[in-house]
């Protein structure tokens, strides 16, 4: 069992030594602190002895209490691996991520470089105090970024996420006891819970103004699945027969390009067709190899977003549909509430969006579900009338 004890260093020779040394240099116009009478001494978790010294009994007595309740209440932690580099715990943490895809490693890896290591990365992990990391993000807030335009509220907050789950890591390894990056208050932007929801006209007169790119446009309001997972698509996935995609895939930007990962989450999943949506895939994937993409440019690769934006932009605007700020990913949006106003259940919605959970649909959607109160309310109210009833209905004893 650990034990933690004071030791009284007077009688010690190497402390007499200390204390002529101290006293010889204090004539001298020394003015640090003299050596430290009481040795704090405890053996840690790991069976290894620990020392520290204070000048006075109080001081030292204090640290007895604060170690001892630690080690009571398993939240000691070896005040050495404390004295650990931000940096190097960051090195460790990133160089052990194993489920996030290539693209997310690499802007985690430029978040680290651009922003968090230049402010934490000489700072010993059990130095970094909330408020600390308070002034950091307001700091972040009002300082322009790397590229000379103000941080959006969405990177401060990915950034903050990137210096969390370092000092979770120094926290999981015993370095520290607690996150000082965890409850704060991060920025949100004006337009976070601005979703757009076109109606079934709207997704149609959108879709017909996109040419070529119809069935595209549909594809992505009706199955609500992201512009990357559309642009893997392949064909070997799409099947028409039991009006099933299968998601699998998902296209993502990489230094060097592009290139196909796990979708979000690793989140496979199985989306419906409409069946009128069936009969617009049908000649996209007719007579074509089981690896062609479904959805590619003209030479059979795969589309690019910077490139396909403008041609979408415009037909945003052909449709009359400028000014609701719609975008490739917010069809999504469109895809969940026109599913939800067709009957879907939450979990229905969660599996065709690919989210992680079904609180996480609820938390993005729910206001678009009916209100069922009164629904629940008449139906508990007919079940009480009918068990009145057969209670009134038996006969009594002797009756």
Known sequence: MARVWIEDRATHAEYQEAMERWQAARKQGSKRAAPGRWRVRWYGPDGKGKAKTFGKLPQAEAEVNAISARLDKGTYRDPQQGKTLFRDVAEEWHGALRKPAERTRNDYRELLDLYVLPKWGSWQVSAVRWENVSDWLTELEKAPGKRGKPLSPARIAKTHLVGSMVMKRAMQSGRV??????????PRSEDDDEHVYLTHEQLAAL????????TLILTLGYCGIRWGEATALRV??????????????????????????PVKNHEKRSVPL????VEDLRPLVAGRGREDLVFAGADGSHLRYGTWRPLFDAAVKAAGLAGLGITPHKLRHTAASL??????DVKVVQLMLGHKSAAMTLDVYGHLWPDRLDEVADALDAGRKSALAARTAVPTQGG
């Open 274 to 277: 409409l069946s009128s949506l």
């Open 207 to 214: 879709a017909d103004a996109a040419g070529e790119d119809r």
């Open 339 to 344: 599913a939800i106003a067709a009957g879907a």
């Open 177 to 186: 006891h607690a996150n000082p990056f965890t409850g704060h208050e991060l």
């Open 236 to 261: 070997s996935r799409v099947r028409l027969d039991t009006r099933r995609v299968r998601i699998v895939q998902a296209h993502s930007r990489v230094k060097g390009g592009m290139k196909a990962g």
